[in-house]
């Protein structure tokens, strides 16, 4: 499976990441993406970025040395009612708002209360994917998750990091969400969730799973920038919904 996207992607603005945009966007041309997505923590991260960050984002050009490049967000969800720590205007002026839950960020608690915390983060009606969601941080009801995904047309990502230098333990769980996602329909993301720009446009262990579980193309979006484009376009449809 080719994947041209990498939508899952950080800089030395997160604090704990170690490349800039410009060398982000180097790597992923020298690995022949077509398209990559910045996304750094908000700015409930220690260390992470003041909103004001993602206001000034219209200062990176929208394409380098042939790469498209999307202007987003890895949300951190900061309270069981899944809120953000991104205020609703910044959001709606992002190309792409990744939510995930971070244990210096968001509270733990069962596993009904996570998956409840996670499934109100969907509803957010800027949200367009759930970050590393087999977190084993955070143990949450894998069918109700991806059913949710379903209903709300937010896709979940199986995160090349969590299954190679981070989040250990997150396998069993990630598989768990790739096979449901095969059964209900869900559409997919890869992400590296890179902090390194040589970590860029490594999906490896990511697509060893969808090939465990036969996942076809159709459903992981980052096999097209069209496909990409046709999940984020979705978005304006869904807030008229929402009013």
Not at 8 to 24: C, D, F, K, M, P
Not at 79 to 102: C, F, K, M, T
Not at 196 to 207: R, T
Not at 228 to 240: D, E, G, I, P
Request: with cysteine; hydrophobic share 40%; proline share 4%.
């Amino acid at each position: 499976m080719k994947i041209v996207a990498d939508l899952h992607i950080h800089t030395v603005a997160s604090g704990h990441a170690y490349s800039t945009i410009l060398e982000n966007v180097t790597v992923a041309a020298e690995k022949g993406l077509e398209m990559i997505a910045i996304t750094d923590h908000g700015p409930d991260m220690p260390g992470g970025p003041h909103a004001y960050h993602f206001g000034n984002l219209k200062a990176v050009p929208s394409e380098l040395f042939g790469v498209r490049i999307l202007k987003g967000v890895e949300a951190n969800v900061i309270d069981h009612e899944g809120n953000l720590d991104l205020a609703e205007d910044r959001l709606a002026s992002l190309e792409i708002v990744l939510a995930g839950l971070h244990t210096v960020c968001s509270p733990n608690g069962s596993v009904a209360e996570n998956t409840q915390m996670m499934v109100n983060a969907m509803k957010n009606p800027w949200v367009d994917a759930i970050v590393h969601p087999g977190n084993p941080e955070y143990l949450v009801d894998a069918e109700t998750i991806v059913k949710a995904a379903v209903e709300y047309d937010v896709a979940l990502e199986i995160n090349n990091s969590s299954l190679k230098v981070s989040r250990i333990g997150s396998k069993p769980y990630c598989e768990k969400i790739a096979a449901l996602s095969k059964q209900y329909g869900a559409k997919i993301i890869l992400g590296t969730d890179s902090h390194f720009a040589l970590a860029i446009g490594d999906f490896s262990q990511a697509i060893e799973i969808l090939e465990k579980y036969d996942i076809s193309s159709d459903l992981v979006i980052n096999t097209s920038v069209e496909s990409v484009l046709r999940h984020l376009n979705r978005r304006s449809n869904r807030k008229s919904s929402v009013n």
